[in-house]
């Protein structure tokens, strides 16, 4: 069996991400694996928002702290002039650090499960278009967290 196979007369395909497929009437989860087909449907109603999810930069958050640290210890107890620019480098890759990477969206819907919400996660790459199908679609814009 196809995708095809499982669409309602009438339905077409409006956009795809694979696994993910927008069509005239929901939107379709769809895999073949070693077991056959996995296929999950979910009705363009039921979706609440489309978020968009950004996760801190840990790494660069610590390097920016010790950096300021650095920065003032110097400062502070050896008179170095030149360890100012480090504190405020170091307080700028806090503020990136803490903004964050696009990761993924995330399609919310009413009553979700934890396995839901992974299953229903589309990363980032390759995924514009299809998150801009949704968005028309649903007439919901795409949030960020």
Same mark, same amino acid.
């Given at each position: 069996?196809?995708?095809?196979? +499982?669409?309602? *007369?009438?339905? +077409?395909? &409006?956009? /795809?991400?694979?696994? %993910?497929?927008?069509?005239? /009437? /929901?939107?379709?989860?769809? @895999? ?6 996995? =296929? &999950? ?8 928002? !489309?978020?968009?999810? /950004?996760? *801190? &930069? +840990? ?13 003032? %210890?110097?400062? !502070? ?5 030149? #360890?100012? *620019? #480090? ?11 803490? @903004?964050?990477?696009? !990761?993924?969206? @995330? ?7 934890? @396995?839901e919400k ?16 949704? #968005?028309? =679609?649903?007439?919901? *814009? !795409?949030?960020?967290?």
């Amino acid at each position: 069996m196809s995708l095809r196979d +499982h669409l309602e *007369p009438e339905e +077409h395909i &409006q956009s /795809r991400c694979d696994p %993910f497929y927008a069509t005239s /009437r /929901r939107l379709i989860r769809y @895999q073949l694996t070693r077991e056959g087909e996995k =296929i &999950q449907f979910l009705s363009y109603r039921g979706v609440k928002s !489309v978020e968009l999810v /950004r996760k *801190p &930069q +840990h790494k660069l958050m610590v390097a920016g702290t010790l950096m300021s640290a650095t920065g003032l %210890f110097l400062f !502070v107890y050896l008179m170095l002039w030149t #360890a100012i *620019p #480090a504190f405020f480098m170091g307080i700028g890759l806090i503020i990136y650090g803490g @903004q964050g990477n696009e !990761v993924y969206y @995330q399609i919310h819907f009413d009553n979700m499960t934890a @396995q839901e919400k992974e299953l229903w996660r589309i990363r980032i790459r390759g995924s514009k278009d299809f998150i801009a199908s949704i #968005a028309d =679609i649903t007439g919901r *814009p !795409v949030t960020e967290s």
